[in-house]
């Protein structure tokens, strides 16, 4: 199992950026894919990133070139790197750490932390 911290949303101007980070804790960090989620108030959750256990990323179409994930595996930690910030940006980010063991999937999921971009 691990547990998942999310940290670095905030309250920012247009075109402004931030550094999201995950920290984790308890499992083999290095075994898990990742991802960052965001919901947007009224809406689903949807994925923006990911990044696998071998380094491979994918990114919604919406955050193309303004979105970063990267993770460093001794420190257990997955960021997100997100440049030219939109209003459309503002939602809680989740980061989601997902194992499949015997076709089965299991999702850990952080608490989430608010973006609002907002002049």
Do not use: H
Not at 22 to 43: H, N, T
């Amino acid at each position: 199992q691990v547990q998942l911290v999310e940290s670095g949303g905030g309250l920012v101007q247009p075109g402004g950026s931030l550094r999201l980070s995950c920290a984790a804790s308890g499992s083999i960090f290095s075994m898990y894919d990742m991802g960052w989620y965001r919901q947007a108030s009224g809406k689903q959750r949807e994925l923006v990133a990911a990044i696998t256990s071998g380094g491979s990323t994918n990114y919604a179409d919406s955050v193309k070139g303004r979105f970063t994930i990267s993770r460093d595996n001794a420190k257990k930690t997955v960021y997100m790197q997100i440049n030219s910030l939109k209003p459309e940006d503002t939602a809680v980010y989740y980061c989601d750490a997902v194992r499949v063991q015997c076709g089965v999937r299991t999702d850990y999921w952080g608490q989430g932390t608010q973006v609002t971009v907002s002049s």
